[in-house]
């Protein structure tokens, strides 16, 4: 061509030779202006029908149409010399045609108008080629004149596959699926037939109707030529993702191509690669079956030399697998890998379909990969570990490498980490998800900024998926924010904040509330575990006032110190949080109101805003309204998936190994979940609708010193007390509240007193309401609680209300309103009495009033629901015999009772699990009169170690319907637990039969 288009190798030699930019498009330009003047020179030249000048010679055509080509190649704009390119393509000429076509393909679009010009000319190329000579042939002959009529079908093929316009599709996909089909078409036009389709079906999805056309695919995958195969194997790859259903049926054939290639090696010596059978055809094969996991479902695969196509795969994919040798031929070597690990891919698509000692067989093959030196399969080796480690019983074959996958962790190619980091995050499960965690959160010390940020987030993820101790996960996160934080994003901490408070079970919230506490305490810690502090100590703060050196004032001093260190966003979470804190500590209130009205002036928005609300609300709302706005928040909404696992699928898409590893709920989560659904119901209803039926008998067991102070009370002729009438109702509604939330305690035509009360392992909070339901006020009204040395007690309510033995006038309390006291406890030790609560106030007739009550604060209510399974909780069950551990009762229920059922039988399981807040062991006893239990009861006291002190706890309720009696066993390491449970079991038994 050198010869014939001197004028463009000079342009092109121009161009290369261009100083800077401004001189080639200069050049360019110029030679446009040209080009243009010679497709169009006026003057009186008349153009040709379609546009084309005539007086342009063949070679002159040509040399203008290449370079307009070569300047569309270099990024230039080309928007003329499309009537010459038309000329070029339907001409009979195979040079011209072939500039045409390159042209066409280059320069015009589908939905270019001048494309309507072309269409009959590649229809006619399309079906009937014209030989070399310009006379047309019907059918191709041997000799130059068929080569040249193939040359031509495949230029039109390659064009129309380039364009892809949809009025060109549609007119023409039928032509080519009739030369892919048709038995005249030589080999090399079917290979550009069946590609063209293959473009043509990703522009146009349904314009092959599967049904119809899987019939012509079968006859095609017959041919015995390997580049027609390949071919058509990559354009049946593209029909089957689009309709996978409809191409099934080609399973049979494309098993037996794969094995007269891995079986047989019966391949064209052409085809050979490095002694390997066309390897590229072997791995679109495979990626053809895995479309279809189901493929060996529901067959025999026991016998492997079975002659149906299931029996011939397996004996394929075991071939490869275990048959693959080693070569010092690096180019061998990577075909070979490309096969094997494709095989791999197909066992994973099959799951638990696959035999168990295939999936053991790729595992271990994979574990020889991981550990190379070559980094691109070192990188295939994870990549796909992850993705076996996911079928069910496949992750325990994976974690024997997990050694080698914490080295690769440490590799020098970015990417290779990246793959390790997956494969770790899915062999993590509870048996070493400290051990990983713990590696990850070493290796986050020294790792590079641009895997920080995912390091961050997948430990985030494990250490909340697998911590059977939750501090440990709070733990894990401070960690993560002093090393990383940075790259702590908003969610992580979030989502701390979130499990905090939706976890009150055990010291989790206190721990949280005093580890925060210590971690803020010093002059330089990140801003974000300023804004986890900020918020738990608002929230749990109280938990730990109590502890030395952690009073309300001293967590406001540990906050506010860092108040000119932060950004507005944190001032903000710290301004709730001193709100809180001035709520609950009256010594914090001259601490918070000058930084208020200091900030009242800010020129953020957000932090003048909740300044000038907070300073204000106490002027605006009364205490009671204002201690109900500032209370703890309520547990946050448990969404399918967690702002964490969001986020992870944003960054690395729906198909990746992480994120169906963190969709996943772990075994713990399930028991997190259930213990969260076992959690108290937060509200009371008004104390007006609050009505009980009086139970006729007294409790059992029922406090001597108790009836002592009502007797001494109806002997003293100047008080009045609690006539002896309503003594079985308001210890009935005693019995009902040590086993729910809310109720009343006691009321006549005096007084209504309310409870509501909940607990978070060793802590509680009790509300007590006491109101007026006489004509006229309640005047000196006082309220006198005993605190035993088991429990840790602060006391707060209305002015005047709590009686500190000082002498003070107590409160009065108006007709219809209602006087309120706050309890903060703790428990200590064990305990089998609840505290007693002495009311005392005069009328304005001057009767004195004097009503000695018990407080609902048994030790019930410290329970910790254990879920055991059968063999544990005999096991545990038998350790725990002995006289002080044991105590036991049978007790007849009353002649007025509904009797012993089934439906009794589940109100008593309800009493267990919902009322004594035990966990149900299910499978323990053999028949449906017995309801077993377990659980632990909290306390905040420590041992040596300083950790917090528990007892275990078992309960069996055993029932005999023929004699109307039950047998409440209880079994702890602390007597005074076992007696406390079984007193509380049985009252709440009995009443459940009336």
Not at 155 to 170: K, M, T, V
Not at 476 to 485: A, E, N, P, Q
Not at 560 to 566: A, D, G, R, T
Not at 594 to 614: G, H, I, L, M, T
Request: glycine letters at 6%; one cysteine or more.
């Amino acid at each position: 061509m050198s010869s014939q288009a001197r004028g463009l190798n000079n342009f092109i030699t121009d161009l290369r030779n261009a100083k800077s930019k401004e001189e080639e498009s200069s050049r360019i330009e110029v030679e446009l202006a040209k080009i243009r003047k010679k497709f169009n020179p006026g003057g009186g030249t008349k153009l040709a029908p379609d546009g084309s000048n005539p007086s342009l010679s063949s070679y002159q055509r040509k040399k203008y149409i290449w370079k307009l080509v070569y300047i569309h190649v270099l990024g230039y704009e080309v928007d003329f010399g499309h009537a010459e390119v038309l000329a070029l393509v339907r001409s009979k000429k195979y040079g011209e045609k072939s500039v045409g076509y390159v042209a066409l393909s280059l320069l015009l679009r589908g939905s270019d108008p001048v494309m309507g010009g072309v269409m009959d000319t590649l229809k006619r190329d399309l079906t009937v080629a014209p030989s070399m000579n310009g006379s047309s042939v019907k059918s191709p002959k041997k000799g130059v004149s068929g080569v040249k009529n193939d040359a031509t079908q495949c230029l039109a093929l390659c064009s129309l596959a380039n364009i892809s316009g949809l009025e060109l599709i549609q007119a023409m996909h039928v032509e080519v699926q009739h030369i892919l089909v048709s038995k005249g078409s030589t080999e090399q036009v079917k290979k550009k037939a069946a590609l063209c389709l293959l473009r043509l079906t990703r522009t146009s999805p349904n314009l092959i109707s599967g049904r119809v056309f899987a019939p012509h695919l079968a006859q095609l995958l017959q041919e015995k030529h390997l580049g027609v195969l390949t071919s058509v194997m990559s354009l049946l790859n593209g029909l089957a993702t689009q309709q996978t259903d409809e191409y099934g049926v080609l399973i049979p054939n494309v098993v037996h191509i794969l094995s007269v290639l891995v079986l047989k090696k019966d391949c064209a010596r052409e085809y050979l690669y490095y002694r390997t059978p066309s390897p590229w055809l072997q791995i679109k094969l495979l990626k053809f079956l895995q479309l279809y996991p189901d493929a060996i479902e529901g067959h025999d695969i026991s016998g492997m030399g079975g002659n149906d196509h299931v029996g011939q795969l397996i004996n394929v994919v075991t071939r490869i697998m275990f048959e693959t040798e080693v070569s010092d031929s690096i180019n061998k070597s990577n075909a070979d890998h490309a096969i094997l690990f494709e095989a791999v891919n197909l066992i994973v698509a099959w799951g638990t379909t696959c035999p168990a000692e295939m999936r053991e067989g790729a595992m271990n093959i994979l574990g020889k990969f991981i550990s190379v030196r070559e980094p691109n399969i070192r990188y295939l080796g994870l990549s796909t570990m992850a993705q076996l480690a996911q079928i069910d019983g496949s992750v325990e074959g994976a974690k024997k490498h997990q050694a080698t996958v914490l080295v690769s962790l440490k590799d020098a190619d970015i990417s290779v980490r990246r793959r390790a980091l997956d494969l770790l995050f899915v062999i993590c499960d509870t048996d070493n998800a400290e051990r990983i965690v713990d590696e990850l959160v070493a290796h986050l010390v020294v790792a590079d900024a641009s895997i920080r940020e995912e390091m961050v987030l997948k430990i985030a993820i494990l250490a909340e998926k697998y911590a059977t101790d939750l501090r440990w996960y709070v733990d894990t996160i401070l960690k993560l924010i002093s090393i990383s934080g940075d790259y702590v994003s908003d969610p992580i901490w979030h989502r701390v904040v979130q499990i905090v408070t939706n976890h009150p079970q055990g010291d989790l919230q206190g721990y949280a509330a005093a580890t925060l506490f210590l971690a803020v305490s010093t002059h330089r810690c990140h801003e974000t575990t300023v804004r986890v502090a900020a918020y738990i100590l608002g929230e749990f703060g109280f938990l730990i006032a109590e502890r030395p050196g952690m009073s309300g004032e001293e967590q406001f001093h540990v906050l506010h110190q860092h108040w000119y260190n932060v950004d507005t966003q944190t001032r903000s979470i710290l301004i709730s949080s001193y709100a809180k804190l001035a709520n609950l500590y009256e010594e914090c209130r001259p601490l918070v109101a000058p930084v208020f009205a200091k900030s009242k002036n800010s020129v953020d928005v957000e932090v003048q805003q909740r300044c000038a609300e907070y300073a204000s609300m106490r002027e605006a709302f009364s205490p009671e309204a204002v201690e109900d706005l500032l209370r703890e928040m309520p547990p946050f909404e448990d969404k399918r998936r967690s702002a964490l696992e969001l986020r992870l699928l944003e960054t690395e898409g729906e198909n990746s190994a992480a994120v169906t590893k963190a969709s996943t709920p772990s075994e713990v989560e399930q028991q997190r979940a259930m213990l969260n659904a076992q959690m108290m119901d937060e509200g009371m209803a008004p104390i007006e609708e609050q009505e009980e039926p009086a139970l006729e008998e007294e409790m059992g067991g029922a406090d001597a010193e108790e009836d002592e102070k009502i007797a001494a009370v109806a002997a003293n002729p100047t008080l009045v007390g609690i006539p002896k009438d309503l003594i079985p109702a308001m210890r009935k509604a005693f019995s009902n509240l040590c086993t729910s939330p809310s109720g009343v305690l006691f009321e006549n035509a005096m007084l209504q007193v309310g409870v509501k009360h909940e607990y978070v392992g060793a802590q509680g909070r009790i509300s007590v309401f006491f109101g007026n339901l006489h004509a006229t006020a309640l005047h000196n009204f006082k309220v006198k609680v005993d605190q035993p040395d088991h429990l840790r007690m602060q006391m707060q309510g209305t002015q005047g209300l709590i009686d500190d033995g000082e002498g003070d006038e107590g409160c009065s309390i108006e007709n219809k309103t209602q006087a309120k006291m706050l309890l903060l406890v703790e428990v200590t030790a064990p305990f089998d009495d609840a505290p007693s609560m002495r009311i005392t106030f005069e009328t304005e007739e001057g009767e004195r009033h004097d009503y000695p009550l018990r407080l609902p604060l048994v030790a019930t209510c410290f329970m910790e629901p254990v879920n055991l399974d059968p063999g544990a909780f005999m096991q545990r069950w038998k350790s725990l015999e002995g006289q002080d551990r044991e105590c036991q009762e049978v007790m007849r229920l009353p002649p007025n009772s509904s009797g012993i059922d089934e439906e009794y039988m589940s109100r008593v399981s309800n009493i267990i699990v919902n009322g004594l807040k035990f966990g149900r062991c299910e499978g323990v006893d053999p028949t449906p009169w017995t309801v077993s239990g377990a659980a632990t009861f909290r306390t905040g006291a420590k041992d040596v170690n300083g950790n917090n002190i528990n007892v275990g706890c078992l309960v069996r309720v055993e029932a005999n319907p023929k004699a109307n009696a039950f047998r409440v066993t209880t079994r702890t390491l602390h007597p005074l637990c076992s007696k406390a449970i079984k007193n509380v079991s049985l009252v709440s038994i009995k009443l459940a039969a009336l």
